[in-house]
């Protein structure tokens, strides 16, 4: 299996293919994009609750500073990383996409490879 090691996953996109989230940088675009590719398993558990641990804090500094648009900015992303974490949690394997709805079918697949 072809798969790079991310900070925050692993990426199984094959190296022939165009990685359409590859230019945003702010934040892990394979979590805020549902990136099919994207796949974590229990090894990365530390990494998400690290991450959730700092995002609580922060916050909590925001709330005392009165800085309610920060809140609002990462609430989203501390909820899908919550979600990450319980599920490494509670599956204890590979946390993604299954096979069918990561890769490509019919025209998709026909499109793809005309890029290529």
């Known amino acids: 299996m072809d798969s790079i ?9 094959s190296p022939k293919l165009h990685c359409d989230f590859l230019e945003q ?9 549902n990136c099919r590719s994207f796949h974590v398993d229990k090894t990365f558990l530390g990494y998400y609750q690290d991450q959730i641990s700092k995002m609580e804090a922060d916050i909590e500094v925001y709330k005392k ?23 490494l949690l ?3 394997g590979i946390f ?8 490509y079918v019919g025209n998709e697949r026909e499109k793809v490879m005309q890029n290529v």
């Open 5 to 13: 090691r991310l900070d925050h996953g692993f990426c199984v996109k």
């Open 25 to 33: 940088t702010l934040e892990p675009p394979c979590i805020k994009n």
């Open 65 to 87: 500073s009165g800085r309610l648009r920060s809140i609002e900015l990462i609430e989203p992303k501390l909820k899908r990383y919550k979600e990450l974490a319980s599920g």
């Open 90 to 92: 509670h599956t204890g």
């Open 96 to 103: 993604g996409l299954d096979k069918t709805r990561r890769e």
